[in-house]
């Protein structure tokens, strides 16, 4: 299992594969304060589907987030590293570092080789960050 880095030091995603292996075999230690520690935002919750909603998205961007500021490196989770942690790590760099949609997204193309966000978490995303947007502008 290898992490797929998409800012260095900062930011990664990966597959935790329905178990907690990646902590036995010491690929991230969030607990340890060392510089190769990352910490886990674990997304599984989130759906493959259309249940998901705004609010579901808002929060894991929002605790990723909060977790670089808090511990620097952080690595989001799902279940293979396909979509739905690259959805939010999608949201983290729309939201948080300025970069505008397409950017973002070919960024996360070109860093994560496996990477095939779902359609259904793209609309939601789109929606969710114009929405940002239009609080900002009030």
Request: glycine share 4%.
């Amino acid at each position: 299992m290898a992490l797929s880095i998409i800012l260095d030091d900062i930011l990664a995603t990966d597959g935790i594969e329905y178990n907690y292996r990646y902590l036995l075999e010491g690929n991230y230690q969030s607990d340890q304060k060392t510089p190769d520690s990352w910490t886990v935002v674990d997304v599984r919750r989130l759906l493959d589907n259309d249940s998901n909603n705004l609010e579901d998205y808002q929060k894991y961007i929002d605790l990723s987030f909060k977790a670089i500021k808090e511990h620097g490196k952080v690595v989001i989770c799902c279940s293979y590293g396909i979509s739905r942690s690259n959805a939010i790590a999608l949201g983290v760099l729309v939201k948080y570092y300025g970069m505008n949609f397409s950017e973002a997204l070919q960024l996360i193309k070109h860093k994560v080789k496996k990477a095939d966000i779902k359609e259904m978490h793209i609309v939601k995303l789109k929606e969710l960050l114009e929405q940002d947007k239009e609080e900002i502008v009030k």
